[in-house]
């Protein structure tokens, strides 16, 4: 936007000098001053836009420091973006294993598996051996005395007969809850997939995109230089040279959208699959 702006500024130059030697109307200066005070508002929009990201990167990442914030080159036409990381072919399923939504469910799985062995272990009898030996009495003389030897030897038996109905119930409601919580671990699974599986589709989708829109850019660009030199050679209006010189802003911009979606599918991939990819978690 800050080349659009030069060339559109450079434009204004040029007719208010052809204006001053009568080979230029008012109306081809106004044009000029149009486009020229339109691009300067957009540049203005767009250098706001990124000094707000830099404060939002700033908070993001906890400090305020100017040290901390990217450097304040300020943006322009040329489309600089870094390509995204390439998704390495052969990724185990088990990565899925580190997403805190699949380990929290199946955390809730276990333990409800848990409660259902001690619903059943309630049907049984709860048998106590309580056996113990000792003596009563402070005195060491009395240790050796028959009267002061204690002894109480045998089971405590707990039989469960008039809790059925109860105990019953509470299996059933253990078993509820664990079906309960296999469901919902699937759910989150089949989720965990899909989001994937999405942004699988994504990255190969926005890549194509970006290539054909790659391709447009250069053709926009070329029809401008075109334009303008036909121009130059006084075969077209400066109304020619604007409409191309916009077309191809628009096709930069659109790729500039489509590098960006690419970055951010990449780091939806990345939490999809609960962190990055490693030779070590892919070997396994």
Partial sequence: MAATAATRREARDVFAARLRSGSATDLDLSRAETELATSEAELAAIRQQFAALRTSLAVLVGTMGESALPPTTQPTNVVNLPEPPA?????????????????????????????????????????????????????????????????????????????????????????????????????????????????????????????????????????????????????????????????????ERTLVRLEADRLATSVVMIKAIGGGWATDQMAR
């Fill in 87 to 251: 998704i390495p072919a052969g990724l185990p399923g088990e990565l899925l294993e580190r997403r805190p939504d699949l380990v929290a469910a199946a955390h809730a799985m276990a333990a409800a598996n848990a409660r259902i062995g001690v619903a059943r272990a309630a049907f049984f009898p709860s048998i106590t051996l309580t056996g113990s030996a000792g003596y009563e009495g402070a005195g060491v003389d009395d240790l050796f005395s028959w009267d002061h030897r204690a002894w109480s030897i045998g089971p405590r038996i707990h039989l469960p007969i008039f809790q059925g109905g109860r105990n019953r119930a509470s299996l059933a409601r253990a078993n509820s809850v664990h079906d309960e919580a296999i469901a919902l671990y699937r759910q989150r699974v089949l989720h965990a997939f899909r989001e994937v599986q999405d942004a699988i589709d994504g990255t190969r989708f926005l890549a194509s995109q970006s290539d054909a829109q790659r391709r447009a850019v250069g053709h926009a660009r070329h029809a401008a230089d075109l334009a303008r030199k036909r121009y130059d050679s006084g075969f077209v209006s400066y109304l020619d040279v604007v409409d191309s010189e916009r077309t191809a802003l628009s096709a």
